[in-house]
């Protein structure tokens, strides 16, 4: 028989404290329960449960890195109750076969939904078109697609996948790079990587990449999605497509920043320490602050993590040679409080709206994940204390992995509590 929850006291989205009753896997009115255990929640925020929209869980082929139950305890621990996983794994997850194993995999798990984002060329390689019918028709449901790690840099190929999707109201992340603008690079381009010596990623292979495919899309009237948007002109781009497609009406546009863009800035490269070296890479303070005002306003639509676990070998090693990426699930929804609550620039709701709602409806989840916290709804919803702090110690990470930026620092906020579907995946802020 499963477990009931009687949650007393609980402050559904910074509102006044009530008590909800988690049974048979929904949110219903707090009623007596000699059953139920009771969880005093004085002090807890009530949050929908999280929804990423971009998560690297590696299995299949790097499961030294992450495997889809290592990934998904993460992932419960950070209070997401689903996660949308990418592509490039090993094989490319760009067969129905590969995004169906991948989708069984989370089911077995059991601790967080895993919605697998299919591959837009075969094999990533930028050549032809993948099975996008065969992935969106799977078991899976494939509704997003992307090559991320990699641009689909030829217009032609970016332009046919548009349109493809359409038929099965898809969506295109794009990952922006301009491959001949970012040969070799290996951080922001600046006055501080020529004095570092490291070779330099300008802003405008990201800007350049985004203003191409913004006008694909309003072309072919389709929906395209910008992955990691790192830059101030990226944002005032997006900012202008916005207003022309709902304008327009026959196109849409949306985006994503990370919580390591809206925290973190170059000036960290100066230590050499890769654990900082990311793709697209930390930008300066002025852009994270065009960010967090891009996503406070709404031109930015959702935080996505860009969780990139990588084995001990692939990072501690000297800057050049080190693997782009850092993990994010289980310190996503800290960084957000410090940068968008704690500064007044978003209130619980709209944390909500960005990290649960949004990607919910972007990823076609919608029915399932982002839905209110509301009798009657699905019982997916974590309980947060904002009042907290903690010391980010890599030892405690459930990811298998270790690379994160944010060792030693003290961010805000805990997860007390993850439900899924009214089961606890987390409980008193450990893995259940």
Not at 360 to 372: C, E, L, M, N, T
């Amino acid at each position: 028989m499963s477990t009931s929850y009687l949650i007393k006291n609980v402050s559904v989205l910074g509102g006044t404290p009530t008590d909800l009753l988690l049974e048979d896997g929904v949110i219903r009115e707090a009623a007596d329960r000699p059953d139920a255990e009771v969880i005093d929640a004085t002090g807890l925020i009530a949050l929908p449960g999280l929804v990423d929209l971009h998560t690297h869980l590696r299995e299949p082929g790097r499961e030294d890195a992450e495997t889809v139950e290592t990934g998904t305890h993460a992932a419960a621990m950070g209070g997401f109750t689903a996660v949308h996983a990418m592509a490039n794994t090993e094989p490319v997850a760009d067969t129905a076969g590969v995004v169906e194993q991948v989708w069984r995999l989370g089911r077995e798990a059991g601790y967080c939904d895993v919605f697998p984002v299919g591959a837009v060329t075969v094999g990533l390689q930028g050549e032809r078109l993948a099975e996008l019918g065969a992935m969106a028709d799977s078991a899976a449901r494939v509704r997003v697609f992307s090559d991320d790690g990699k641009c689909v840099s030829d217009a032609v190929l970016m332009r046919r996948a548009l349109e493809y999707v359409k038929a099965f109201d898809g969506v295109v992340a794009q990952h922006a790079q301009e491959p001949r603008l970012t040969e070799g690079a290996q951080m922001n381009e600046g006055e501080l990587s020529g004095r570092l010596g490291l070779a330099g990623w300008p802003a405008v292979a990201e800007e350049a990449i985004i203003a191409r495919d913004l006008l694909l899309a309003e072309h072919v009237g389709s929906r395209l999605h910008v992955c990691h948007v790192s830059t101030a002109g990226s944002v005032e781009l997006i900012r202008w497509a916005k207003a022309k497609a709902e304008k327009d009406g026959h196109w849409e546009v949306t985006a994503e920043a990370c919580p390591h863009h809206l925290l973190l800035t170059d000036e960290l490269a100066a230590t050499y320490d890769p654990i900082y070296k990311v793709n697209p890479p930390l930008r300066t303070a002025a852009d994270a602050q065009a960010l967090r005002a891009g996503l406070a306003d709404g031109t930015i639509d959702i935080v996505a993590t860009d969780h990139a676990p990588h084995p001990h070998e692939d990072k501690d090693c000297e800057w050049a040679a080190a693997a782009f990426g850092m993990l994010g699930l289980e310190t996503a929804l800290s960084v957000v409080q410090q940068t968008m609550v704690d500064t007044g620039l978003l209130d619980w709701a709209g944390l909500a709206e960005r990290m649960s709602y949004a990607p919910a409806r972007i990823g076609r989840v919608s029915d399932q994940h982002g839905r209110p916290v509301a009798i009657g709804e699905p019982a997916n919803m974590v309980l947060y204390d904002p009042g907290a702090t903690r010391t980010i110690d890599p030892s405690e990470s459930a990811s298998l992995s270790r690379n994160t930026p944010y060792r030693g620092m003290e961010l805000p906020g805990r997860v007390v509590a993850t439900f899924l579907r009214g089961r606890a995946t987390v409980l008193d802020g450990k893995l259940q």
